[in-house]
């Protein structure tokens, strides 16, 4: 009798999981059939280990034009790209209708993260301002991506060169300071001294066994009145650690945001600090890491709404 009870209850198990299965089965079909259709003048690059395509057309081996190029645009790839929106834009122009500055992106999850860099930023160098990414076999955690646009007025070119720095001290530093960085390559103190922007920062690396991740940011974010003395850098060697963290972050950012009073007049500062400031987060991961690597982060920061933006880190 017991042994019929067990084979009963291990046969219902057997069931629920097949049932979920299908379940899981079916959404997923689902979520990769809605992001393969396309709207007139939509794009849809898909990028393999193997090769290429835009809109189900191959257009060549991801070894020989993407990987093999030295340039961080990819110059065949982006003359197709180029041709296909300029002929979506014609077409548009005679039919008195627009286009979309949005493209859908998606790449193999064993893709090298220089490969992703190099694809994306083709894609935005043909006028494509936003997109939407998917990774590997997971269409259902699809993201949006809004690519920031370089402040070329006034400080703009020192900040970018900040960023610079950051990145390539990020491993052996708990604080990058203003005074280091302008011995070292910026030159204009005023440029840089007001700067307000919390300018977070998330990269990893591999350690012994495992991942140091690291989350750099402008402390002075939170100190209203301060000089702007540097960025600050913090080590994490599990994720649990490094979401703690950034929660921690959230929850400073709020109370930051909240102590600007509800009234009309400070509705356009409240959304400039959301803007420019608590709800952006520039990824910086070394060329050889892999996108299914990368894609839990991604997937994490994108329930907490942030936007991203990506950059190479030079480990030299």
């Known amino acids: 009798m017991a042994i019929f009870v067990y084979s009963v209850q291990m046969t219902r198990l057997f069931a629920y999981i097949l049932l979920l299965s299908l379940f899981l089965l079916a959404a997923c079909d689902s979520a990769k059939k809605e992001f393969e259709t396309l709207k007139a003048g939509e794009i849809l690059l898909d990028v393999n280990t193997e090769e290429y395509s835009l809109n189900g057309k191959v257009l060549g081996k991801t070894a020989n034009d993407i990987s093999a190029t030295n340039d961080f645009i990819d110059k065949p790839l982006q003359k197709e790209l180029c041709d296909t929106r300029g002929k979506f834009l014609e077409e548009a122009l005679r039919n008195g209708e627009s286009i979309d500055d949005l493209a859908k992106l998606h ?15 083709s894609m935005h160098y043909c006028g494509y ?24 007025m006034w400080c703009g070119f020192v900040i970018q060169r900040m960023k610079g720095l950051r990145y390539k001290y990020l491993r052996i530093r708990q604080k990058l300071s ?13 440029c840089v001294e007001d700067y307000k922007g919390l300018d977070l920062l998330l990269s990893f690396y591999r350690k012994d066994d495992g991942i140091a991740y690291v989350i750099s940011y402008n402390e002075t974010f939170f100190n209203k009145g301060d000089r702007f003395e540097g960025y600050n850098f913090y080590t994490f060697n599990n994720e649990s650690d490094l979401w703690k963290f950034i929660e921690d972050v959230r929850l400073r950012v709020g109370r930051q945001t909240e102590k600007i009073p509800d009234k009309k007049e400070n509705r356009v ?5 959301d803007t420019h400031g608590s709800n952006n987060i520039m990824l910086a991961f070394e060329k050889d890491v892999l996108m299914k690597d990368i894609a839990p982060i991604i997937k994490k920061l994108n329930t907490y709404g942030y936007r991203f933006a990506f950059s190479i880190v030079d480990s030299n």
């Open 129 to 152: 301002l936003g997109f939407k990414i998917a990774i590997g076999s997971n269409y259902k955690d699809a993201f949006y991506l809004s690519i920031p646009s370089v402040d070329y």
């Open 269 to 273: 500062l409240k959304l400039l600090a």
């Open 178 to 190: 203003l005074d280091e960085m302008l011995k070292m390559s910026i030159k204009d103190r005023e």
């Open 107 to 121: 790449v193999d999850g064993n893709l090298s993260y220089v490969d992703f860099y190099k694809v994306l930023y």
